[in-house]
């Protein structure tokens, strides 16, 4: 299993980005995904999950509303859409999977900052 996250970068606060996580090892279609995200001096924590189908998401009460996680299943990938992004954002975001154990991509660094 591999988790390869993309997209992070330096953005001032109100922009947006887009991360993208590819997955190979595992039948994509199969599992749930998530982000998450660790700031710094912080715990890891859930920003957004997806089912294996795409109809049903979930999200950190702090992101609802500016971010939105996606995935195309043809193309073994998802991803998290960031808009008006805050300082408070600032983190390493983490692609996630549960596949009979934990497995976690290195991560991006996202900084929000002017």
């Known amino acids: 299993v591999q988790l390869v996250e993309s997209g992070g970068g330096l953005v001032q606060p109100g922009g947006s980005l887009r991360l993208s996580c590819a997955a190979s090892g595992f039948t994509f279609s199969w599992y749930a995904m998530s982000w998450y995200r660790q700031a710094p001096g912080k715990g890891r924590e859930l920003v957004a999950r997806i089912t294996s189908a795409g109809g049903s998401t979930n999200y950190k009460d702090s992101v609802k509303g500016r971010f939105t996680i996606s995935r195309d299943n043809a193309k073994n990938t998802v991803y998290l859409q960031m808009n008006s992004l805050k300082s408070e954002d600032t983190a390493v975001y983490y692609c996630?999977?549960?596949?009979?154990?934990?497995?976690w991509g290195k991560g991006t660094l996202v900084t929000v900052s002017p």
């Open positions: 996630y999977a549960h596949i009979a154990m934990d497995y």
